[in-house]
């Protein structure tokens, strides 16, 4: 009501309408600088990658754009086991993520009462952590004559890891499973946040629908809790899996030369070796292959809706 | 069997808190060993207690300058990202236009795209013109990848604001930049304030991208990855503990505050 007395009594009424053409050019103007940006700064340099990757020449006497497609043959042949461990390595931590963080977003959603606020600050506190000091911490947390590798050594789960061939020896560090216990931590809230998200939107009143019709708790789960949260597993599959496949910071810190993925590869070839075109080409393999898989889940899982 | 029952009821709040131990556990050890006095070149192994590195939190050559480099860049890249990202997320949300799909997509895409290729890619363009690589270069690409998160941030609440609240100020004969700065820039604030502070949060800790375009510049992520190879001073650790603390400070801070207004409104 204040506002009402408050207002000029003889303001002059707003004009009907703004003059069409000024109108009509305001979400451009509103977009122009940002779009600009992201075509300059993300857009064009993908442009230039694809160009890089079918140069060749060197550095001292410069490169040339020769379609030298060859570069992309032997960047496979050469690197197809790096590629095959990014994507073994990202699959198996987008499953592990799943499988952790699926528990704590139903926690958060339906069980935590007026905790909720709490542990949801520390599923998101780490993040203000920098992420390469957590990294570093898991180096002491599976050091070698640390409690968890003396634990899963005196319960013999080592003997089948080693089995399996994601450990050697009486180490984890440096290991497959370092490396996936890495990606699995960093990427963990990508999974948790999305989850929680779709999980608290359902309605509760379905969960006690679903008990009146006499479902067990584990049959309301796998009829009605699951699939009504498979936006939220989709995008958290999605925002875990593709950072995970790029990543080589945990493969370097926590691995060894045995466990290099094509993030490693590129970070070389572009920062240490100077091989831009291979780099080049690696990357936007990497780029299409993702971009194909993306795409390809997106439309099987029928969530269209994503940004 | 009264035991097995109770496990059963409470096997989700078990499974819940052993996911959250797995993400705060490295934070306690970060913390823990702030304190540790190590024997070698890196703190990897606990030794004995000592406040040295909390006495001393700039003790090690370099690293608080490339930590107040971090922080610039991270806050102008905020600034950056959140005019930019603001600007679009309102276009995207009241107006409509040609080339939508397009627009979607370039917001979408780099939300989508591993880091390395971003990097690797910024860097072609970056060695194509010749630019000098530095603090420029990381502040580009810093804005270029936080835009997104500020678009989808507050596009979420303005989408989600009644729009007869700007007709009412309208009909109360509010200008055009009235209604937006009283009525649609405040409601619109908690989606802003969220996109800007994700983007600190990304452009702070960003390695990877800086990694490609940094040139001899050294942020602070650059700083822990060089001592990863070289010997990880103590004085990391104090930094890492010191933002956990004042990020939880901050966020309850602001929840007591909110509720407190709550209950006056109620």
Request: charged share 15%.
């Given at each position: 009501m204040a506002a009402v007395t408050e207002a000029p009594p003889l303001a002059p009424?707003?004009?009907?309408?703004?003059?069409?053409?000024?109108?009509?050019?305001?979400?451009?103007?509103?977009?122009?600088?940002?779009?600009l940006w992201l075509i300059i700064f993300f857009a064009l340099p993908m442009i230039?990658?694809?160009?890089?990757?079918?140069?060749?020449?060197?550095?001292?006497?410069g490169y040339k754009v020769t379609w030298h497609f060859a570069t992309y043959w032997n960047a496979l042949s050469e690197?197809?086991?790096?590629?095959?461990?990014?994507?073994?390595?990202?699959?198996?931590?987008?499953?592990?993520?799943?499988l952790l963080g699926y528990p704590l977003a139903y926690l958060i959603a339906f069980r935590a009462g007026r905790w909720r606020n709490l542990i949801m600050i520390l599923v998101i506190a780490p993040f203000f952590t920098s992420f390469l000091i957590r990294t570093l911490a898991w180096k002491t947390i599976l050091a070698d004559n640390g409690p968890v590798v003396h634990t899963l050594n005196s319960l013999h789960i080592l003997d089948l890891t080693n089995w399996l061939g994601w450990t050697a020896g009486d180490r984890v560090l440096a290991t497959p499973l370092a490396v996936v216990c890495g990606l699995t931590y960093n990427f963990l809230p990508f999974m948790i946040l999305p989850l929680y998200t779709s999980l608290e939107r359902i309605d509760g009143r379905l969960h006690e629908a679903a008990g009146d019709l006499y479902a067990k708790p584990f049959t309301t789960f796998r009829k009605v809790t699951f699939p009504l949260s498979m936006p939220g597993v989709v995008s958290g599959t999605l925002l875990t899996f593709i950072p995970a496949a790029g990543d080589y910071v945990n493969a370097d810190l926590l691995g060894s030369t045995d466990t290099r993925m094509v993030g490693n590869v590129i970070q070389t070839q572009f920062l240490r070796i100077l091989d831009y075109p291979t780099a080049a080409a690696l990357s936007f393999i990497l780029m299409a292959a993702i971009l194909v898989m993306v795409t390809f889940y997106i439309r099987r899982s029928g969530t269209e809706d994503l940004v | 069997m009264a035991f097995v029952n109770w496990l059963k009821r409470h096997l989700v709040v078990i499974a819940g808190l052993i996911t959250l131990g797995y993400l705060l556990l490295p934070n306690v050890i970060v913390t823990v060993f702030s304190f540790n006095k190590p024997k070698?070149?890196?703190?990897?192994?606990?030794?004995?207690?000592?406040?040295?590195?909390?006495?001393q939190p700039c003790g090690v050559a370099d690293m608080c300058g490339s930590l107040s480099i971090s922080l610039r860049i991270a806050a102008l890249a905020t600034i950056g990202a959140t005019i930019l990202g603001t600007m679009i997320a309102f276009a995207l949300v009241r107006y409509r236009f040609r080339a939508r799909g397009a627009v979607n997509s370039l917001i979408f895409l780099p939300m989508a795209m591993p880091e390395v290729v971003m990097a690797a890619s910024l860097l072609t363009l970056f060695l194509n013109l010749g630019a000098q690589l530095g603090f420029w270069t990381i502040l580009i690409a810093h804005i270029m990848f936080c835009l997104s998160f500020v678009v989808v941030a507050v596009k979420a609440r303005v989408?989600?604001?009644d729009p007869r609240l700007e007709e009412a100020a309208r009909d109360l004969y509010?200008?055009?930049?009235?209604?937006?700065?009283?009525?649609?820039?405040?409601?619109?604030?908690?989606?802003?304030a969220a996109g800007a502070l994700l983007s600190f949060a990304l452009s702070f800790d960003d390695f990877i991208i800086?990694?490609?375009?940094?040139?001899?510049?050294?942020?602070?992520?650059?700083?822990?990855?060089?001592?990863?190879?070289?010997?990880?001073?103590?004085?990391?650790?104090?930094?890492?503990?010191?933002?956990?603390?004042?990020?939880?400070?901050?966020?309850?801070?602001?929840?007591?505050?909110?509720?407190?207004?709550?209950?006056?409104?109620?």
């Open positions: 009424a707003p004009e009907k309408k703004p003059p069409r053409k000024r109108g009509r050019l305001v979400p451009y103007w509103l977009l122009l600088p940002g779009i230039y990658q694809a160009s890089t990757s079918v140069q060749t020449g060197s550095l001292e006497e690197y197809w086991p790096q590629f095959l461990r990014s994507v073994l390595y990202a699959t198996a931590a987008t499953v592990l993520c799943l | 070698g070149r890196f703190n990897y192994e606990w030794q004995q207690f000592s406040l040295d590195a909390w006495k989408m989600s604001m509010a200008s055009p930049a009235q209604t937006f700065l009283r009525v649609t820039l405040p409601i619109a604030a908690p989606g802003i800086t990694n490609f375009n940094a040139g001899s510049t050294v942020t602070f992520p650059m700083f822990v990855w060089g001592s990863a190879q070289r010997g990880t001073p103590v004085q990391i650790n104090v930094i890492g503990t010191t933002m956990f603390l004042v990020a939880v400070l901050l966020v309850l801070t602001s929840m007591v505050i909110s509720n407190r207004r709550n209950k006056q409104k109620a």
